[in-house]
């Protein structure tokens, strides 16, 4: 089931391409039915229909009523979302999750293994290959029917070669790292193997399985202790010459601040909203706001983000002056993107999705307000829905696409 190199569709790949899709979109199906959906005869149907049949692709599930003359039952044949599988995974910045879906990117297994900070790469390589052959070993599944796995990297990733180019959570890692070919080298399986960053797959996830599926134009944010985001632009990911589309963390919004970036810039996109800084601020302003409830009488060393978010929908003072603090940057940032890209959703994922009512209508006025035209724009602003198996179940739904295409 390995891909070949692109070549020119023969008639008959396109017909049964063609076929293929008919049958992954209708739920069940007869010759009579496909022959009514398509210009072409019932034999050749017949023959494309026992290739898959042979394959695996599709199966025979019953017989029809008869409609036909002579009372013969017509088959009934349906797409077989067991016929294949595709692996997902993503390395962050302290666990690597992976997934084993079937063809219709139904998980039917999930791992995750913690990473220790800046973990050597023989010790990732190995977990990762320890993770894939759990995934196939735990769903019994048959191995010749894997058609892929796709891994999504923290870092500037080159897409073409398969390489992490820089790792900012495993910088032991160095440059250049190629990541498919090590993979491909201890896997017992000869499949494609793809390797991206990892917003790329969330965006996607979003396009084929969460809110963007009737938009073409798509971005989605992550946003935690890094920031980052995959872009689509008419329906393609997008990822640059040098692979850098979506690093709209290290964007300046603020070239006066004092906030120092991982990335050795001031005032990034990504240092102003990083949760870091946002408790690091609470923790300043304790004694000032000893009353506050983002503490709760704790020790304000022990505060994580869920209690400035939990806080902030409270109406709690510093909570809020917390909060506006952040949706002022990120107002600044995404009204940016917004002209960069004119997306029709820009959705938000990663810890932000938490925070609450008050976050997102407060982002989506400061957004109008920044709007700089007086015509009407209609950019959605949404938290994701797909929680934190975006990254995995994207990479998944893109080794999918890739088979299918
Ligand atoms: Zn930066």
């Known amino acids: 089931m390995m891909t070949s190199v692109r070549k020119q569709k023969t008639l008959k790949q396109i017909n049964r391409k063609v076929i293929l899709h008919i049958l992954r979109d209708s739920g069940e199906i007869s010759v009579a039915d496909l022959s009514r959906e398509v ?26 009523d008869s409609t036909e003359e002579g009372g013969k039952k017509p088959n009934i044949y349906k797409f077989n979302e067991d016929g294949g599988y595709a692996v997902g995974m993503i390395i962050s910045a302290n666990k690597l999750t992976a997934v084993i879906t079937n063809l219709k990117s139904k998980i039917l297994y999930k791992t995750s293994v913690p990473l220790k900070t800046n973990e050597g790469f023989d ?28 891994i999504g990297a923290y870092g500037i990733t080159n897409f073409t070669k398969g390489e992490v180019i820089f790792s900012p959570h495993f910088p032991s890692w160095g440059k250049d790292l190629n990541l498919k070919e090590k993979i491909l080298e201890q896997i017992p399986d000869e499949i494609p193997v793809i390797v991206d960053n990892h917003s790329r797959f969330q965006v996607f996830a979003e396009k084929i399985l969460g809110l963007a599926q009737e938009k073409n134009n798509i971005v989605a944010i992550q946003a935690g202790k890094g920031l980052v985001a995959g872009v689509i632009i008419e329906n393609e990911i997008k990822r640059g010459n040098h692979y850098l589309i979506g690093e709209i963390g290290h964007m300046i919004v603020d070239p006066e601040a004092r906030e120092i970036c991982a990335c050795g810039g001031k005032g990034c996109f990504e240092a102003m909203v990083s949760t870091n800084r946002i408790l690091r601020m609470a923790r300043e302003k304790h004694k000032e706001y000893p009353d506050s409830i983002i503490f709760n009488g704790n020790n304000p060393d ?31 940032g995404i009204s940016n993107i917004i002209l960069m890209y004119d997306p029709q959703i820009v959705i938000i994922q990663g810890i932000f999705t938490k925070a609450g009512e008050y976050f997102i209508e407060n982002l989506r006025k400061i957004i109008n307000k920044i709007s700089l035209f007086s015509i009407k724009r209609e950019t959605e602003i949404k938290y994701s829905e797909l929680g934190d198996k975006a990254g995995v179940l994207g990479a998944a739904s893109y080794v999918l696409s890739k088979y299918f295409e």
């Not at 210009?39 to 029809?64: A, C, D, F, Q």
């Open 39 to 64: 210009n072409l005869s019932k034999p050749t149907l017949m023959t494309i229909i026992n290739y898959y049949l042979k394959n695996g692709l599709v199966i025979n599930t019953r017989k029809g």
């Open 123 to 150: 010790g990732v390589l190995k977990k990762i290959i320890d993770s894939y052959n759990n995934l196939v070993n735990n769903t019994n599944i048959d191995r010749k029917r894997l058609v892929g796995l796709a």
């Open 302 to 332: 022990t505060i994580d983000i869920s209690d400035v978010f939990t806080a902030s929908n409270k109406g709690d003072e510093l909570a809020l002056d917390l909060m506006n603090d952040a949706i002022k940057w990120f107002g600044i």
